[in-house]
């Protein structure tokens, strides 16, 4: 993992070494983002609920119906407040972030005030895995070498066995066709759409 100047070349840190192209480059889906990283429905329900108990807290201590729909109302402020901060938090990020396959790695470049990238080279990748979701998908990337650091990584990482941590491509639009392209990439000589470098995990829950 590398900073660098925002001085990118196609999202990338640098350019590329001779011979190697760009086969798929994609960014997270900003909504998808703020709904899974930032687990904005949890927020919703409980703002909702919030509204609820300050309008029947608000009737059942003697307030007229008024008093009760602005305290309901304040609470819908507060709720729209934080649900505001979280998806513009999440617009940041997924305009601020890259994912590329190239002919020899992934790379992932990310970072809203402070620009980092991380190459994982196709002999560092054991595996893949594709979690598919309604409206864009997850690729997990299963690493060889030195233990990378969740903290850093967040929100295009997962949690793998024993606490690994498994840097991600979070929320992609075209999660199945990218996943395609990087099994071809590894695999270059297999006949099948998706080698078995790539292991399909169907998630349908949104």
Known sequence: MSRFKRTTMEGLPGRLPAGEKILWQGKPQAFALARRAFRTRLIVGYFALLIV???TGALTQGHGLGAAVLSAVSGALLGAA???IFYGFAFLIARSTTYTITGKRVVITYGVALPKSLNLPFTKLNAADLALRAESGDIVLHTDGKALSYALLWPHVRAGAKGKALPTMRCV???QGAAEILGRAIAP?????????VDAMLAHAA
């Open 82 to 84: 934080a649900l505001s």
């Open 53 to 55: 108990w300050r309008f």
């Open 189 to 197: 000589g297999a006949a099948t759409a998706a080698p078995p470098a």
């Open 173 to 175: 639009a075209d999660a």
